[in-house]
Every structure is written in C-alpha cells, then in structure tokens.
C-alpha cells in the first residue's frame, strides 16, 4: 500500500488472573498447566529468581523432541536451542524468519516472499509439533504461532524414536503447543492497529488475539482456546497479510497415572508472493534509481522472452525514475491462500514408578493454491498426513543396592549412629515402540513461463504486458476452476511408513551417560501423473493419468553418543548419528512421479560433539558445536 502516516496502536488486557505470570506457584497448590506435551521420564526441575521453567532461558525446562525421552538441554547430547513464550512475546515472533535471532546457524531465505521452512547448518529443515512430523512446505503454507507456547529448534536429523526426516536433513523446528491452566482462569486480549516507521512508510495492520482458559473440572479436566484474526495489507503494494486462526486445547486427568493432552488448530490465510525488484543495477541498489521504458526481449526460439534489454535515448543515457521500497513485483490480480486443520492427541499412562506408556496420534489435512501473474500457478487440494507412534518408556536399575554408612555416635558416645544410602547403581532408561506414518498428496505447479523482465514498476503494478495462455503454457486441471498445471510438475502420491525403534539411555556414573538407539523403516510409496486438460487455448486434448510407479525399501538408522558430565555446570558430548530417509518433493515434501527406489533410502551420516555450560549461578548459558555431515541424495551428493 501507499505510505503515509497512520500511527500505531497496540492494547494488551489482561483478563480472570488477578497475579502476575511470574508469581511463584505455592508448593500445595494445583499446577497452572497440564505441563510438557510430550511424554517421558518424570524430572525434577530446579528453577532461580522465582522464573517458571517454561520462562527460563537457560536449560531448565525438560524437552524430549530430540531423544524421545524427557531431559533438559544441558545434558542433551546435541545441538538445541529452546525459544521460551516470553522470548516469543519479547521480540514479536509471528513467523520463522525471527528464529534466526535466537539460535546460531539458522536462516530463513525469502522463499519467494512466503518463508514457511528455515535451513538450518546450510540444509533443509522441517517443522514439527509436540515431536511429530507436519508436512513440508517451502513456501505454500506460513506455519502459524497461534498456539505456540515454546519453540525447540534441533539440529541434524532426528533420533531413533523421533524418526528421520523427508528434506529436514539440517535439522528441524518443534513446536511445543499451548498447555490449558488447572489452577485458575487465565486471559490475556491484544489488538495491533498498525506499524509506525519512520519517514512517512508507515501502515495498517489490524491484528487481534484473545487467548484465555482454566479448569472445567477441578484438578481433572481443563481447556485453553486462543484465537488469533488478523485482516491486514503489509508495507508493499498488493501484499496481502490475512488470516484466521483458532487454537484449542484440553486435558484430561481421569487418574493421577493417566493423561490425556488433545489439541485441534484451523486456519486459514490469505497473501502473497513478493518477488522484489526486477531490472536490478547498481544505480538501484545504491539509489534507488530504476530505468524505465519498454524493454527489448530475447526469445532464443521459445514463445516467451527469457531475458532482454532497455535500449537508451539518443544521448546515449537511460530515462531513470526514483522507485519506492513498497513498489515490488506484484500485481493486484495476485492472490494465495491456504488453509489446515491439524490435531493432535497424546495419552500417558503411568503403570508403575518405572514404566510408562506414551502414545501420540496426529492428523493433518492442508490445502493450498497460488495464482501470480508473473507466471506462477500452484494447486494442491490433497495433501493429508497421519501419524502415531506408541512408546514405552522403562527404566531399569542394574546392580542396585543399599549400604549403611558410619555416622558416628550419640551425645553420650556409646549409641552408634549410622545412615542407609541407596546405590542405583547403572540406570537404564529404555525407549521402545513403533510408529505408522501415512501421507497422500496431490499437487500441481505451473511455472512454464516465469517472465519478469518485461515488467516496468514504474508504470504501477500492470502486469498484462504479456496474454494469459503465452504466460501460463500448462494445461487446465480438471475440477480446479481454471487453475493450470505442467505435466513434469504435476503428481499424486501415496507413502506409507512403518518404523519399528529403540533407544538405551545408560547412566552408568552420573558423569558419565552412553546413549544407543536404533530403527527401521519400512517404506511403501506410490506415485503417478494425474489427468489433465486442454491448453488455455482448447488445443491440445486431454491427456491422460499415467499407471502408477511403486517402490518399496527398508531404511535402517543408528544412533550413539557419550555424555561426560565432570560438574553439574558442565557437560561434553560426543554423537555419531546415520539415518536413512525419503528424498521428497522442494515444494510439498511428496514423492516425484517418476521416481526410483533410490530416492527413498537417502543417507546422512552426522558426526558432532560440544561443550555446554550454565554458568554464573545459572544467569549464563554458553555451548560450543562441532559437526560433519555428508548427505548422499539421489543424483547429487552434499557435504556440510
């Protein structure tokens, strides 16, 4: 939109909760939260200055989106960085763009002026929820934080209960959802007018969120919902920032040894591409000065221009006019949207000190489509995910002992005192179970002819400089209102996962942790080209599905790692992880249709150690990594 002064208003209200967030919680009073999502050993936490673990940044809070098994990230032996709800609220987090401030190697590139999916150490990542794959995306779907609570970003693949990832070879971003409150109601209201900046570039952002809840049934049953509306332009023209988005979240304790954690989130969004300036020289980058007038195209035998030039005046110069930021390649006849609908149930059942039961269930369905009028179509009405993965946690206790110890004598020195000390002796923390992944997806691009260069921006956004069916040289897909599709870029796919896994986490001092796991995947997939119509231009017939290709392997993962814990500050770790997975679609994370057995058994072998230290009486929190990664993909090798 136009820049102009429009001011800035934003309104926090705080409802039901009469104390501070950062009060401490009275021993004997019931939890605020249900607590983690994920599931795991029970562990003490020892939090300072009154902060709740989930507000700390240093490595207090547990997390088991790396291992599978509770543990904080001091003694967790690989690269993790935990993103706190205050950290979140502090910088104004709304998308994956800002996580690049909180940890070392992570970037986010513009992805086409959608970023959905951040590399992390130079490689694709992958996004996850309370430890369970989502769908990929590069720039298709903006991953929502409505409700998020904290957020763990991990790199290298994911371990044996985990499982390895399509593309997220570099490593991935788990989203830790919002926890309901058991103690009391809770509410907080926030409405954002707009973005003030300075030098008149100022605009509307309407945004609001009320995000409240508290127990239904004392101690046993609680509910949070947070919603979050937003009905925006951003500071460039034609760039929408739409969407509505609700969050729901129960808890269920029938028993003290039984939990039920169940999540629901859909939204819908609205937006755009932005494709930034074209016609780039220096005097554009350094002025902001952007030669005009038409341009001159080179065809090379193709029905489009794939590049050209601005011939100049008679003088010799170019008509040059000043170009503001906003002005970006986008046209009012743009127009992306996308919509999800995600839910999550985790079960736990406590059966005795030692063991325990952990079952997680997820379903995912989104659906996208993009239309730009530069040259890009995009149409994925199918793209479905189901997962579960049963866990059993158990904790074994080998050459354990008890032995009573001298303490010397009573005030009349003749009564001898003494003192029973138990021994754990080698602790075993055992993981085991398995895991049923499904994804079905149906997916069409049309890319033919990405024409930029004809454009002139200082025109204003008029993007009908070439016809529609030059533009777009796909075919019509059937049933999708005129949305066109290139046969090499169209696929459905079916992939089925089944993972069998374990993992021994042995104490055998406690300073010293050894950690072995391993998997198998068995992978079916399938795949072929879906039916397709005419041109734009009726010609061309239709043409029709091919037969579908299938393959099928079994991908075998192994893990290990040594943990040298000298002082409770202080821990060094070494890992050595190689995982066998899918090499997936960049786009959608399915598999291509003309895909070959090899693709589905990609390796990356990692080699990593570190250093982490919590220091200053727990006000400093400071680590150091080292890592080799190769990643073996079909028809090109990587090296990080």
Known sequence: MKPGFLGVLSIAILLFSANNRLTAQDATSSPSKSGSAGGGNLQQIVVTAGIPPEDSILPVAPTDAVLGTSGNILDIPRGVSRITQSQLQARQVEDVVALTQFSSGVFTGSNFGAPSTPVIRGLPAEMYQNGQRLSYTFDSFIPSFNGVESVDVVKGPGGPVIGPSNLGVGGYVNFVTKAPYFDRWHGAFTFTLGNLVEGGSSYLRPEWQLDFGGPLIKDKLAIRVSYLGREADTYYQNVKDQTQDLFVALSFIPTPALTFDYTAQFNEERFNENEGFNRVSQQLIDNNTYATGPITPFFFGTTFPVGGFISPSADGTFHVVKLHNYQTLTSPQDSDYGKRFLTQLISKAEVSQDFQIVWRTLFEDTQT??????????????????????????????????????????????????TTVDNPGIVNHL????????????????????????????????????????????????????????????VESRLNDFGFFAEDSIDFTKWLTVYLGGRFDYISAKSHRPELGTFLDGTGGTLAATPYRSRNTLNPSYFGSIVLKPTSWLTAYATYNKTNAVQGRTNFGSIPNDFKTAQLANAVELYEGGLKASLLKNTLFASITGYYETYYQYGANALR
């Open 369 to 418: 489509r993009k239309n730009e009028a530069y040259g890009y179509r995009e149409y994925n009405p199918i793209d479905n995910i189901f997962d579960t993965r049963l866990e059993l946690h158990w904790d074994l206790h080998l050459f354990e002992s008890t032995s009573t110890v001298n303490g010397g004598y009573t005030k009349d020195g003749k009564t001898p005192l003494s």
């Open 431 to 490: 993981v085991a179970g398995a895991s049923y992944r499904h994804e079905e997806n149906r997916a069409y691009q049309d890319f033919t002819n990405e024409t930029f260069i004809p454009y002139d921006l200082s025109q204003g956004p008029n993007f009908t400089v070439l016809p529609t069916n030059v533009i777009f040289g796909g075919r019509l897909i059937p049933g999708s209102g005129g949305y066109t599709a290139t046969p090499s870029a169209s």
